[in-house]
């Protein structure tokens, strides 16, 4: 099996990670998700890394890179899922390794993600991989 990290950069290529991005964002449809992820890359730096074995899209991460006043530039992680088939394969952290380290070539201070509280699952396996929970973040909706 081959297994590469690329950054899906053709409309066809962003349009292969759309699968396994639907898991994580099922509100998302076929049909804008291109135009969707377009948008995000051209206003606000969002990048896409997808982990392809064989052809197929297993993983995804959707992310940007920011400064900000309490700590210097960060890589903020939008978006990680893997393929719910392909879990425990090491996709994720395979994923998860390639953005840190690219959060250091960056000259990023750190990685940070926001996951929704009821994902136990997903909080089990950063836990596994280093991260640590050190704030609270509200919002309120207008």
């Known amino acids: 099996m081959t297994t590469t990290l ?10 292969a990670t759309f699968e396994v991005m639907a898991h994580l964002r099922p509100m998302l449809t ?8 377009r948008g995000l890359m051209d206003s606000d730096g969002y990048q896409l890394t997808a982990l392809v074995e064989d052809g197929v899209v297993r993983a ?11 700590c210097g530039r960060l890589l903020s992680i939008d978006d990680l899922v893997a ?6 394969r090491g996709h994720g952290k395979a994923l998860l390794d390639w953005l840190k380290a690219e959060a250091r070539r ?10 929704n509280v009821i994902r136990e699952q997903a909080h089990r ?18």
């Open 6 to 15: 690329q950054r899906p950069a053709t409309d066809a290529e962003i349009l």
């Open 30 to 37: 076929r049909e804008t998700y291109v135009a969707r992820i």
């Open 60 to 70: 995804v991460a959707g992310w940007r890179v920011l400064d900000m006043l309490y």
């Open 83 to 88: 393929d719910p088939s392909e879990r425990s």
């Open 106 to 115: 960056l000259d990023c201070t750190q990685v940070e993600l926001i996951s």
């Open 125 to 142: 396996f950063y836990f596994r991989e280093g991260m640590a929970v050190d704030a609270f973040h509200f919002r309120a909706r207008v």
